[in-house]
Nanobody, 122 residues
Framework: VQLQASGGGLVQPGGSLRLSCAASGSIFAINVMGWYRQAPGKQRELVATITSGGSTGYADSVKGRFTISRDNAKNTVYLQMNSLKPEDTAVYYC?????????????????WGQGTQVTVSS
């Protein structure tokens, strides 16, 4: 199983970016998908999550500005980021809890994407 993230870049304060993360491989089911971020010198923090049923959760710092969504048919999670601030600058990582079939059992693991840089600066 692999997660491939894309969509980062340089944007001015107040601007928008959309991140995407596609899961591929021998996937039986994808449970929770989410986005985390890590700024230089700081610990990785949770940004947003979404369940397979579409329930979402957000860090207080991004509520009202970021929107997480997913396309279950494409095994893809998105993060729409609006009204970006310099403090949103970080490497953004996608995460997914994925169930695979390892005969004769099913196995559930946490998988991470490679990270995509988001820089908010004028």
């Amino acid at each position: 199983v692999q997660l491939q993230a894309s969509g980062g870049g340089l944007v001015q304060p107040g601007g928008s970016l959309r991140l995407s993360c596609a899961a591929s491989g021998s996937i039986f089911a994808i449970n929770v998908m989410g986005w985390y971020r890590q700024a230089p010198g700081k610990q990785r923090e949770l940004v947003a999550t979404i369940t397979s049923g579409g329930s979402t959760g957000y860090a207080d710092s991004v509520k009202g500005r970021f929107t997480i969504s997913r396309d279950n048919a494409k095994n893809t999670v998105y993060l729409q980021m609006n009204s970006l601030k310099p403090e949103d600058t970080a490497v953004y990582y996608c995460n997914a809890i994925i169930t695979t079939i390892v005969e004769p059992r099913m196995k559930t693991n946490s998988y991470w994407g490679q990270g995509t840089q988001v820089t908010v600066s004028s």
